[in-house]
């Protein structure tokens, strides 16, 4: 079982940066991948970024590419997702979420969620 908090959300103007965390609970945190996606008002949940059990490997998102940066500390149980360059259109609720299996890219290989951070960003 593993609970998840994000946090480090808020309202910002366009090209500024946030930088959201999410912390486990539980101890077998590191041994899970680990994903961040978002979901805007009347859109479907959209990968964002995916990180392996030990940080080695990582994935973005070609909309968020080059912009994002998804890393984790395992010593404390936390991943994070650097955002810079924030435009308008990054405006959503972003999750955090452990791999369960599958597609890393879909929200159905994820079995623990957060409650979500929002971000708004305006132009």
Known sequence: QVQLVESGGGSVQAGGSLRLSCTASGRTFSTYAMGWFRQAP?????????????????????SVKGRFTISRGN??????????????????VYYCAAFSGG??????????WGQGTQVTVSS
């Open 42 to 62: 009347g859109k479907e949940r959209e990968f964002v970024a995916t990180i392996n059990w030990s940080g080695g490997s990582t994935y973005a998102a070609d």
């Open 75 to 92: 010593a404390k149980n936390t991943v994070y997702l650097q955002i810079d360059s924030l435009k308008p259109e990054d405006t959503a």
């Open 103 to 112: 597609s890393y890219y879909s929200p159905n290989s994820y079995g623990y």
